[in-house]
């Protein structure tokens, strides 16, 4: 490209090529299989094995893999400990943040090269969940538990925060966030990971550097964010007042609108779907009132649609679980995304380096400090 153009916020310019994911037509395919088709047909464990190996598993892969999230799930004991020294007012976020930081100074993989980052990115997965549930588990006064054996991910997660069995619908749903959170090709969290990787820094770095990016509102925290919004009305009346209001003062409703989509997120209505009978099976339809007292005039007047962060706050919310929790629920599924860019990020590799315009002083000379 001779021509120097400017993008804020990059809107509408392609920095890279990637077989992972695109949205086509506003439908959003992982290696080619659309979502609704994978929320659909298969678990957490296989869309991670399609985002890392290209291909989705057969049974002896598939089973490959959940005993390797099973051997990689303990956490060494310094983490555990510098967890437990966290000040109880530091957001999980940010705990998470750090202590994958701190679990790569024991990183048990050899090597550097693709296979073993691939092997690295399966150890970080399993690594993330247990950090999540560790810390869940000391705000709550309880000691961390090991791992068990023979669940999927979505069930090991919430077993290790609870210490028991997950209820099958909340591993179901779960599982089904984590399959719709794992990948959306260049978004802000994973373009963090490719600039990073594009150092030629390595994979640990450049997940913890994706953690950072997804915090924000404006992305992953959005989901956290969008309950937020929620629990602060009682009725669907309140919720219809203020959403008037909140769009007169031109105020961002979190949980609505995205970059890619502008006629609407897939994954919101996948998830939506499974909310609205959730939501009636546990007899919490007042929920849904107040869920829909919001979208209803962000849709109809605004034309601005929910993303997947809008139902997947109450989902998790009407399971149960605490709203510290969601954004490193979105975590404990991106980071295979993120690692698959990683990989590919390094196996065909050209540091980032855009351009600027200059706004500030023209050039000048440095004044005597007796003269500023
Ligand atoms: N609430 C109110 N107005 C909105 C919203 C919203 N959530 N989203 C977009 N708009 C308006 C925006 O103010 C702008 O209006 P105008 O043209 O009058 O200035 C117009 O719609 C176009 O939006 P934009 O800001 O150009 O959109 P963007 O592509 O720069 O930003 C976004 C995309 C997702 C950051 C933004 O829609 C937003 O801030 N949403 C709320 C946060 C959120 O839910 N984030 C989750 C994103 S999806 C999943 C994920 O990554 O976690």
Redesign the pocket.
Known sequence: MSEKTFSP?L?GVIAGETDIACVDQGVLLYRGYPIAELAEKTSFEEVAYLLLYGELPNAAQLQAIKEKFFQYAPLPTPVIDAIRQMPEEVPMMDVLRSMVSYTGHFDPIEGDDHDANRERALWLTSQIAGIIAARFRLMNGKEPVDPMSGLSHAAQILYQCHGEAPDPLAEELVDLTLVLYAE?DF??STFTCRVITSTQSDIVSSITGGIGA?KG????G??E??MEMLVRFKTADEAAAWIKEA?AK??????????VYKNG?HRARILEDKLRKLADKLGKNEWMAIYDAIKEP?VND?K?YP????PCGLTYYLLGLPLDLYTPL?VASRVTGWSAHVLEQAADNRIYRPLSIYTGPKERSVPAISER
Do not use: Q, S, T
């Not at 031109?250 to 970059?259: A, L, N, S, W, Y």
């Not at 993303?307 to 809008?310: I, K």
């Open positions: 916020g809107a959306h978004n802000a997804l509102p404006l992305h992953g959005a989901n964010a969008a769009l031109k105020e961002k409703v979190m949980g609505f609108g995205h970059r997120d962000m605004k601005i993303n997947v962060d809008y979105f």
